[in-house]
DNA sequence: CCGCGTCCTTAACTTTTGTTGGAACCGGGA
DNA sequence: TCCCGGTTCCAACAAAAGTTAAGGACGCGG
């Protein structure tokens, strides 16, 4: 894969929040990049790792998930392609969960001494990696809301409508339709409940014609009603350079 | 109140996960803040609102929280003195949730201004800063698992066992007691439950010999049942300079 | 093309949590 | 002192979610 390729997303995304110059650009252009092919259902890095690098996925999807003594697992976060969902390894060496992939996946790999060199040369790169790992933070507080507060149908249609919209940003809708590569065991991961209950949630929203979901792929029947179940503001994820 | 005592409680609290310099030290010392009393359950930041300073706990106990459409609140996270719980407003400048007091507090302002320019001279004190960005996400993702996956009585425990090793590390702690300032209804608010079942909960846990909660106190009679009910790690909060 | 494993699906039943409404308690202000 | 508002506490009932168990669909590899 050419190196253009494997660092466009990422560019692109920056420049989504922050406002990038072509300095910027090339300072990351020359940050080494290793990448490596991941099989689905991989670990990553693993809770209680110390991690040396920073993994910039390039194709595919991952999940960031702890588990609890008891065994339960719940799923943090999903990433897609263009996003580097361990920055906060550069500064919290030992990870307090674990990062691993959904789907096969194109990982690249920059290891921390060069993000931190890029750090102490430029601040405008580092305050982009910064605001970066900050949006982070606003979409844990958002999962925090959404696990605790709504109804396990708005729960599901909130986790759906907010990655259909970021991965809007990188261009992966099609049409009405979208990819959510999860099974229904980690869609209940994802929402705090179990795998049967997730089943009986699904067959919901999809009696009431809100959305489909199959083979990991979401299609959206009613737009207005699906909005309107999933109570999403999409304030929190910060997606404009904002002053 | 003098300087010092204002700062003091920050510096203590950046060593703890931070190598810090005398330099930076000086650095912080310098930086002007201007005091305010606020009474209990005032707003401090409003979701949506544009903050130009940040805040830092002098003295007094802050939550921040979101409210959803329906009207029910989520507590994301409790902070105590010394800490600065609207860092993230930094580079996030649009507030996605509101940061209030729980008691009457000291708040000190350090403008956004200043903590840029501190920011540009010192990668070293970014760097602290960052990596307390970082703690307050890792906070925020155990909070996700506590509200979750564990059963009501574990998210209480939980909760009271964070809020306690944070209040060790600024010596808070009266023998086997501690201060934690909430009603019934935000401790439902934090654990995702109702206030008639915080209440359920909290007599449980009374009733079982394990920790006693009476107006804004915490005392725990059995250690050994109470970190078992907890199942609390403390590895997240990355408590110690790590390398 | 068959067999196997994973995932999806469903039913019946249990447990947890929410809802409603009301009583007791408590502290602060008139 | 007494009253008032906010807590705390509780019971009865309803709804949501967990548990267990089992059949069916589907894709993959032999």
Redo the contacts with the bound molecule.
């Keep these: 894969m050419p190196s253009d390729t494997i660092r466009a997303a990422l560019i692109r995304r920056l420049r989504v929040s922050s406002a990038i110059t072509d300095e910027d650009i090339k300072e990351i252009e020359a940050l080494p990049i290793s990448v490596r092919q991941y099989p689905a259902e991989m670990a990553v890095v693993r809770d209680g790792e110390r991690a040396t690098d920073c993994c910039l996925i390039v194709d595919g999807f991952c999940a960031r998930s702890k588990t609890i003594a008891s065994g339960k697992r719940q799923i943090l976060s999903l990433h897609i392609p263009g996003e580097i969902p361990d920055l906060m390894s550069l500064f919290l060496h030992v990870m307090d969960h674990d990062l691993s992939t959904l789907t096969p996946a194109t990982l690249g790999f920059i290891s921390h001494d060069n993000l931190q060199k890029l750090h102490r040369r430029s601040p405008e790169v580092a305050e982009m990696f910064w605001r970066d790992t900050l949006t982070d933070a606003a979409m844990f507080r958002e999962w925090i809301v959404n696990v605790g507060q709504r109804?396990?149908p708005a729960r599901l249609a909130h986790v759906m409508i907010e990655l259909r919209e970021r991965l809007r940003l990188i261009g992966r809708l099609d049409g009405d339709s979208f990819e959510m590569p999860l099974?229904?065991?980690q869609i209940?991961e994802a929402l705090?409940?179990?795998?049967?209950?997730a089943?009986?949630?699904?067959?919901q929203v999809r009696q009431d014609g809100i959305v489909e979901f199959n083979?990991g792929r979401v299609t959206v029947l009613d737009e207005r009603k699906f909005q309107e179940l999933a109570d999403f503001d999409g304030r929190y994820l910060h997606q404009s350079p904002t002053l």
């Design positions: 109804p396990a099974t229904q065991e209940g705090g409940i179990t795998a049967v209950h089943n009986r949630v699904i067959k083979r």
